[in-house]
């Protein structure tokens, strides 16, 4: 089992930035793929960003590209979502996952464990 636990959301204001991280325990990091999601009020859950296991590799959605940056560190067992440039459409429920298989996948079946999530909102 692998306990993933979000954190960094909050209330920020159209153009500004939020560094989410998400602390995971109770396997090994490095041998997880790691995500990150969100699903916005009335919406279905979307893929935001994903890292490879050692760092080097990252895909994101096109709508978050050159605004949001996915990184980890394998020391901390931490991953990262440093968001700037915020617009209100980025307002969502923010979810970290993991997944044991070396693919960067962006559906959200793929991933084997989930945080509870953490809400950012952000206003016009």
């Known amino acids: 089992q692998v306990q993933l636990v979000e954190s960094g959301g909050g209330l920020v204001q159209a153009g500004g930035s939020l560094r989410l991280s998400c602390a995971a325990s109770g396997r090994t990091f490095s041998d997880y793929v790691m995500g990150w999601f969100r699903q916005g009020p009335g919406k279905e859950r979307e893929f935001v960003a994903a890292?490879?296991?050692?760092?080097?590799?990252?895909y994101y959605v096109d709508s978050v590209k050159g605004r949001f940056t996915i990184s980890r560190d394998n020391a901390k067992s931490t991953v990262y979502l440093q968001m700037n440039s915020l617009e209100p459409e980025d307002t969502a429920v923010y979810y970290c996952?993991?997944?044991?298989?070396?693919?960067?996948?962006?559906?959200?079946?793929?991933?084997?464990?989930w945080g509870q999530g953490t809400q950012v909102t952000v206003s016009s």
């Open positions: 890292i490879s296991r050692g760092g080097g590799r990252t």
């Open positions: 996952a993991a997944d044991g298989t070396p693919i960067l996948r962006t559906k959200a079946a793929g991933y084997d464990y």
